[in-house]
């Protein structure tokens, strides 16, 4: 479908129709001078710092309008970590043999994630994949194993990529219609969250923490309505926080602890979801 069918008629050319009529232009020095390019075709224009704003709302637009355009009203955020490996596979990230023991320990959360997105996509059917729809950041460990689970019973599922200085690329297992990539941390961070519907959070690192704790942050001040939010592995979670501990030092109030429920399996996940929104 040509995305311009939605915006109705008008008596005026569609940008498509320019930009074509510019690549058939004559080939001469004014032609290939950069200063005839269409602002929004050149890239050495639009990279410059001074388009920020513009690119901050292109991050913002695209993805949203291609959601809208699928009809996918709502989603459920897998976050964890990069270096999970599947049971089984290799530990390739850890740096000693102590680090090896513990991330080959907690690979049992990429099967976790793996059968919580599957769980989350056989309802997500019921509405033809309009509602909670899997979302990840589209990279390797947990992420992929959200993607893999919801591929694994024919569903899409989302992959919100980001540009890292060292060389990466988008899993297997997303929906490639549904693969996107971003240069603006902040912008990708609002895009998990505007449809959200409930957060689970898997072992991870920095990434994984900064995820959560912003959302935790947006519904600890009323920023954001009140979804369930998950967190797979009790142990690991007790020795990475102590929430407790905030509210004795009297930094958050007390309670603020019962926005956040912990599991260790996909069943109990689904369940707190389940309840939550009387499904």
């Known amino acids: 479908m040509n995305p311009n069918e939605n915006s109705g008629w008008t008596p005026l050319p569609h940008a498509d129709e320019d930009l074509e009529r510019v690549r058939s232009a004559p080939d001469t020095p004014q032609t290939r001078a950069p200063t005839y390019r269409l602002a929004w075709t050149d890239e050495d224009f639009m990279t410059r710092r001074e388009l920020r704003p513009v690119r901050l709302q292109l991050e913002l637009l695209k993805p949203e309008m291609t959601l809208a355009e699928r009809g996918i009203r709502s989603t459920v955020i897998l976050f964890g970590g990069a270096r999970l490996p599947e049971p089984g596979g290799e530990a390739w990230a850890a740096k000693n043999e102590t680090q090896r023991k513990n991330l ?7 099967d976790e994630a793996r059968k919580f997105a599957r769980l989350c996509s056989q309802h997500s059917a019921l509405s033809y994949y309009r509602e909670f729809v899997v979302v990840t950041g589209g990279g390797p ?36 219609e549904l693969c996107f990539n971003f240069h603006y941390f902040a912008i990708r961070k609002m895009h998990f969250v505007m449809r959200a519907k409930a957060v689970a959070v898997f072992p991870g690192g920095f990434g994984t923490l900064d995820e959560f704790f912003e959302t935790l942050t947006l519904i600890q001040t009323g920023r954001m309505e009140r979804v369930p939010i998950i967190l797979f592995g009790k142990e690991f979670w007790s020795r990475a926080m102590d929430l407790d501990f905030l509210a004795e030092q009297g930094t958050i109030s007390p309670g603020d602890q019962d926005i956040i429920d912990f599991v260790d399996s996909a069943d109990e996940a689904w369940e707190i979801i389940s309840r939550f ?3």
Do not use: C, F
Not at 104 to 109: A, D, E, G, P
């Open 104 to 110: 080959l320990k907690n690979s049992i959360y990429y």
């Open 141 to 176: 460990g947990v992420m992929e194993a959200g993607n893999r689970g919801a591929d694994d019973v024919g569903a899409p599922s989302i992959g919100l990529n980001i540009v890292l200085p060292h060389e990466q690329a988008p899993n297997q297992y997303v929906t490639p």
């Open 277 to 279: 929104y009387k499904l």
